[in-house]
């Protein structure tokens, strides 16, 4: 850099004593609960209360302030290195009280960080390369709003990463993608201790140059003592004013500094000190040894001081908002509060009996929403000419040019998760990204951390059966479906037609406590002709199923339950057999979910109890329907890997013909 950077000035006595009170509240925690990981907030309390007491803005007061700068604990194991922070700062749920229930039931202070169970938490984290990836979406996200709202978010976020965080590939995505993009407001402190959870990182870690791949990546790269605070300081100031590339300090730290017997071990990684050498390292490092939680009372006047400076921040901040016409106010506000139009009067019109993918009618629909609700931003993972995803008119998000709506994150399923989970933690969007519905795998950390902590994202999964034809086994998703309807809290909705992909993106841009996944064909498929001839309406998808096809008569004697691509065949396969005189049902069944969230009077009404011949049609194992089929035979369904043939070949060998579901439908009804 050419241009001096200033150093703020800091009072290393003062700092040496908030960090060995973080210390010593670690240890009590650890020691209570006789589980959890004292090394890291023992290595980590110097660089830790250096950024709180100096760099970090935020205000204990206002936890969701929206220009605060975002503190990410990626290596979430040493979670009680930011309950104390957040007790010591001032931060009203973070009681001492909380503190002694480390990792109880019922407890704020969780073994790893959870973002929905104590405020103060950016994110959940634990699962490493998680957290830095999210700040990585959360450092896009606020250079994506400093682009919209020019003056108003000049967030930093900030990151404690460990050797297993920069191990794990989801982070080498992630940072990739934050070197290619130049996300300067994101500066990651690398916990340099070189210890594992099985000893040295010799063991693993030896082979590659830390500073020289983040170099690869452009980041602004920095080493540093990460317990000498002059050093931690200026490299602070320093990270801050490269404002065109993310930084990363490398801090060679002590795990488990101040204990005599455990320090540089991985003993101190994931087990209690113990009580004795608890005592030792305690009186190492200046504490009372037979004090649990303490804290002199000069240490909490200190932060109180701080948090008056967070306050003034945000009323500062706050300020320049109400300075702002009031149309910049409303149109910010509406980022973070998401008003949502009445998007059925914006719904596409599809021709009844044209045949049309999915994924061509999700994306049409997509693109009518999307000028209505501009929180909407997303892109896939290299994926966008086959996933539909493209914004039409909406520009293009690149390097130091964030004001569009498009994004590319190249071929990182992972990374692509991680961050859009971060773009939503930060609060003013509404991600999507999509890929192949195979390649869900590469990701479903991501999707199951974002179902976790109720994360309104939505997941574009396309190709969504054996019916993608002649790329083959790789490539078909079989056990997919029923692996992410797993996962709890998760919509898994898989339209049967255009117009419910339609109303499937009015049911994603509408949840806000949880994620969506949309899962869409590859090939046509034919807009079911509804209108005169007494067929459900695609509208029947909100409630997750509904009767499509009613029976001739007063009771069905056969119901057949299909999504997606199967509920055609389900029609056809209704006619034969009506035309056969069983009367027939047909029930789409897009989301399972939501179904099963319906009052039982609506789920009795589509699936009667009387009627117990049910027979389930699914490209997809057969793994979670059986609840709603029957018992023996009542089956259509994909239970071993797919074969490289064109679509309409798959179907005559794999079963999903009309003779095949009448034939297996008459071993149903003649019991």
């Not at 017997?261 to 504490?287: F, I, M, Y």
């Not at 045949?355 to 009618?361: H, M, Y």
Request: glycine share 10%; net charge negative.
């Amino acid at each position: 850099m050419t241009a001096a950077v200033a150093v703020p000035k800091i009072d290393k006595s003062l700092l040496a004593r908030l960090a060995r009170t973080i210390r010593g509240l670690a240890i009590d925690g650890v020691e209570r609960a006789n589980s959890g990981h004292p090394g890291m907030p023992l290595g980590c309390a110097d660089f830790a209360a250096l950024l709180w007491f100096h760099h970090l803005r935020f205000d204990p007061a206002a936890p969701d302030w929206w220009d605060r700068d975002r503190f990410v604990l990626s290596a979430g194991h040493g979670s009680m290195l930011l309950y104390a922070l957040l007790h010591l700062s001032g931060f009203e749920e973070a009681t001492l009280d909380e503190l002694r229930n480390f990792r109880q039931w019922g407890s704020k202070t969780p073994g790893h960080p959870e973002n929905f169970v104590l405020k103060g938490v950016e994110t959940t984290t634990g699962p490493l390369g998680q957290g830095i990836a999210n700040a990585v979406g959360m450092a896009l996200a606020a250079e994506m709003m400093e682009a919209r709202f020019p003056g108003l978010f000049g967030t930093h976020v900030y990151t404690i990463a460990g050797d297993g965080d920069l191990m794990e590939g989801v982070s080498a995505e992630a940072c990739s993608f934050a070197g290619h993009h130049r996300l300067g407001g994101l500066i990651v402190f690398y916990d340099d201790n070189r210890i594992t959870i099985e000893g040295d990182t010799d063991l693993t870690f030896s082979g590659e140059d830390v500073a020289k791949r983040y170099e690869a990546y452009g980041w602004h790269v920095q080493r540093c003592d990460g317990h000498d605070f002059d050093a931690m300081n200026a490299a602070l100031a320093a990270a801050q004013a490269e404002t065109a590339r993310p930084s990363i300090i490398i801090g060679r730290t002590h795990i488990g500094f101040g204990s005599p017997n455990k320090v540089d071990t991985a003993d101190v990684h994931g087990s209690p000190l113990g009580p004795e050498e608890a005592k030792l390292t305690k009186a190492a490092l200046g504490l009372p040894a037979d004090v649990e939680f303490y804290v002199p009372a000069e240490d909490y006047e200190a932060w109180k001081t701080r948090a008056a400076e967070g306050a003034a921040a945000r009323t500062a901040w706050e300020r320049k908002l109400q300075a702002m016409p009031a149309a910049t106010r409303e149109a910010l506000a509406a980022y973070f509060q998401k008003p949502v139009p009445e998007l059925a009067k914006l719904r596409p019109a599809f021709e009844p009996g044209k045949g049309v993918a999915t994924r061509k009618s999700a994306g049409d629909a997509l693109n009518a929403y999307a000028p209505a609700v501009p929180w909407l931003v997303g892109g896939s993972a290299d994926l966008a000419p086959s996933t539909n995803t493209i914004l039409k008119n909406a520009g293009h998000i690149g390097a130091e040019a964030f004001a569009g709506r498009n994004l590319h994150f190249g071929v990182r399923e992972h990374g692509m998760g991680a961050i859009m989970n971060g773009m939503a933690l930060f609060g003013a969007f509404k991600p999507y990204g999509a890929t192949f519905l195979q390649f869900a795998d590469y990701m479903r950390p991501s999707v199951r951390l974002a179902a976790l902590m109720g994360l309104p994202v939505v997941f574009v999964f396309t190709h969504d059966s054996i019916f993608l034809g002649e790329d083959g086994p790789t490539h078909q998703p079989v056990e997919h479906l029923a692996a992410l309807r797993a996962i709890p809290r998760l919509l898994v909705i898989r339209p049967a037609d255009a117009n419910e992909a339609a109303v499937a993106w009015e049911v994603a841009i509408e949840a806000t406590d949880g994620p969506v996944a949309l899962a869409l064909s590859r090939q046509n498929l034919t807009t079911v002709d509804r209108a005169g001839k007494g067929l459900g309406s695609a509208d029947g998808l909100r409630k997750g199923g509904y009767v499509l096809r009613k029976e001739s008569k007063d009771a069905p004697r056969l119901i057949l339950i299909a999504t997606g691509s199967e509920v055609e065949l389900a029609l056809k396969s209704a006619d034969a057999l009506e035309a056969e005189g069983v009367p027939t049902r047909v029930v789409s069944m897009p989301c399972v979910e939501l179904f099963a969230a319906q009052p039982r009077e609506w789920r009795d009404s589509v699936l009667p109890p009387t009627v117990r011949r049910r027979l389930v049609i699914e490209a997809g194992v057969r793994q979670g329907w059986e609840g709603l089929a029957t018992d023996e035979g009542g089956f259509v369904t994909q239970d071993t890997f797919g074969h490289s043939a064109p679509a309409k070949v798959l179907a005559e060998h794999c079963g999903f013909t009309v003779a095949n579901v009448v034939a297996r439908a008459r071993e149903l009804w003649r019991d």
